[in-house]
């Protein structure tokens, strides 16, 4: 059984829309981005943290962790806590490009592989009130960086370089090439 660790809707679509059989059981630990680590290295201990606590509970399953950050001048940009937060995180986009990455981990059985997938977004330059709209939606306050590129946020995004579905916080293609190769996946 593949068992992913996470409850974000769209980690769950996105496997749902690759055919994948699964059971969701989200990790309930803190999360915790290390400073003293890259940020790619960050998000994949983040994801493994939460692959390690919920293989505890099916050590023969094949358990996922994922976690999503976004990356723009060298600051890590998370959930934004609150609206004034959300708008200085697109201020900080607008006119920019930024990365998304994405730390991965697979255990099953002791065994572990870990990823990171990265992709570059461009967004367009960005004016005070479409900042403010944007926040007003509601949409930023539970997305790294602030956006969702699957949602409204579409209309900020000028290009990307790399995995969409990355960008909407699981390479779900490489993913699955993971499990195939792990052996969770016929």
Do not use: W
């Amino acid at each position: 059984m593949i068992v992913l660790a996470s409850s974000s809707p769209r980690r769950i679509e996105l496997l749902k829309t690759a055919g994948l059989d699964f059971q969701v059981c989200p990790a309930q630990g803190e999360e915790y981005l290390d400073p003293a680590l890259p940020p790619g290295e960050a998000a994949v201990a983040v994801a493994r943290a939460k692959a390690l606590e919920i293989a505890a509970r099916f050590p023969e399953d094949c358990v996922i962790g994922a976690d999503t950050i976004v990356v723009a001048g060298g600051e890590i940009l998370g959930k934004p806590k609150d609206k004034a937060q959300a708008a200085a995180m697109l201020r900080a986009l607008s006119g920019r490009t930024h990365v998304v990455l994405t730390g991965v981990c697979l255990l099953k059985g002791g065994k572990e592989k870990r990823f990171c997938q990265s992709t570059e977004v461009e967004f367009y330059p960005l004016t005070d009130d479409e900042i403010a709209a944007y926040v007003d939606s509601g949409e930023p306050m539970d997305k790294a960086g602030a956006y969702g590129i699957q949602g409204l946020g579409c209309v900020l995004v000028k290009g990307i370089r790399g995995d969409y579905f990355n960008v909407m916080g699981f390479p779900v293609a490489r993913v699955v090439r993971a499990l195939r190769s792990f052996g969770c996946l016929a």
